[in-house]
């Protein structure tokens, strides 16, 4: 393999270290090799922390040995201040004789302009080694980017003859149709994005807390779609140990919350409803639910969501076509009767066994 691949694929096995910590930042992997030899490496601090370049730089005891090293990086270096002050500049204080850039940054705060930065102070730059990889590796940031939207996960389990829940059941808490080892994947896979989403039959019915408890991790925003405002303030997902925003209908028959200067609409603890962070949206005929879901969440700097729901939630998705994976469980379960499981077609990108269950993960095409 070339030189500069080897390296680049050293910053991308070790920027998935920031998976599920650096969002809305991208989880950008940064290595320094001086003589063929790796003598620094970072990627992304949690949000708000030292980007990937800084703490690969900070890693060089001896920093005089910079000026003749190469710096490879996944995404191109920043230009702008924001929660921390431009990678771009920091390179170019230690004189940094050449960088390698997998792929360019979409942000139009960025857009080639860190490149342009590092070649007016001298800098050998080499851009586009394993673009195509890099891009996959961003493809959260990308997403959120370019098309104004989070990347949408659609996650189910169904069972051996193609439902997703029964018709009936006795207590409001899920009936497993994967085994344990599935279900801790599933809180794995919270852990990594940003926010999840399910719909009010979902809470009703099992009475989630939408949380990575099998798994250790940052809990994601809950996104909760309740149009009539019918949820119990006792549901779990009212406990105010995360960010919850709930999606309702702009009826005139509703007593409706209070509107924020941010436009939120909040409704306080000692209401009769539940704690959380409150969206108005349209339900009328004419409307597309998801697109206007879509427009929210990009509001709100959220740049990858699981959608947990039920058939309907997902449906929903699915028929507008907004959706970019699909990750479906199948157990061994059979049920007589049942909700069936949502219909779609993508591109089968992997098949593994989880013990009985079976995984598989679907792309949009």
């Not at 070790?14 to 990627?43: D, R």
């Not at 995404?75 to 920091?90: A, I, R, V, W």
């Not at 169904?158 to 006795?170: C, M, R, S, V």
């Not at 994601?220 to 406990?239: E, G, M, N, W, Y």
Request: net charge neutral; glycine share 8%; charged share 25%.
């Amino acid at each position: 393999m070339k030189t500069h691949e080897t390296y680049i694929k050293r910053c991308i096995e070790i920027a998935k270290c920031g998976l599920g910590t650096t969002a809305p930042n991208p989880m950008v992997g940064s290595v320094i090799v001086l003589n063929n030899k790796i003598i620094g490496e970072g990627y992304t601090s949690a949000y708000g922390g030292h980007h990937a370049e800084v703490n690969a730089i900070n890693s060089v005891k001896n920093k005089e040995l910079l000026k003749d090293a190469t710096l490879y990086v996944t995404l191109e270096p920043c230009s702008h201040f924001g929660k921390t002050p431009p990678c771009s500049d920091l390179i170019t204080k230690y004189n940094i004789a050449n960088v390698v850039i997998g792929c360019i940054d979409d942000n139009p705060e960025v857009a080639g302009k860190g490149i342009a930065k590092l070649k007016a102070a001298g800098c050998n730059v080499t851009v586009g080694v394993l673009e195509g990889e890099c891009k996959e590796h961003h493809k959260r940031f990308f997403t959120f980017h370019n098309k104004k939207r989070p990347y949408i996960i659609l996650k189910w389990a169904q069972t051996a003859n193609g439902f997703i829940a029964p018709l009936e059941k006795d207590e409001k808490k899920p009936v497993w149709i994967t085994n344990k080892y599935s279900r801790q994947l599933v809180h794995k896979w919270r852990a990594e994005e940003q926010a999840i989403l399910v719909g009010t039959n979902t809470v009703i019915e099992d009475n989630p807390s939408l949380t990575v408890r099998d798994w250790t991790g940052i809990d994601p925003i809950r996104v909760i779609i309740d149009r009539q405002l019918k949820l119990s303030k006792d549901a779990a997902i009212f406990d105010y140990e995360e960010d919850t925003i709930i999606l309702f209908e702009d009826d005139d028959t509703l007593e409706k919350p209070f509107k924020t200067e941010t436009g939120w609409t909040v409704y306080p603890p000692n209401t009769k409803f539940g704690g959380g962070l409150y969206e108005a949206i349209d339900w009328t005929k004419e409307t597309k639910i998801a697109q206007q879901i879509r427009t929210i969440l990009y509001k709100h700097n959220i740049n990858s969501i699981i959608i947990e729901g039920g058939t309907k939630t997902l449906q929903t998705f699915i028929d507008e076509n907004l959706w970019d994976e699909a990750r479906i469980f199948t157990g061994n379960t059979t049920f007589k009767y049942g909700i069936k499981a949502p219909e779609f077609y993508g591109k089968l990108i992997s098949e593994e066994k989880i013990i009985d269950d079976t995984l598989h993960i679907y792309v949009n095409n």
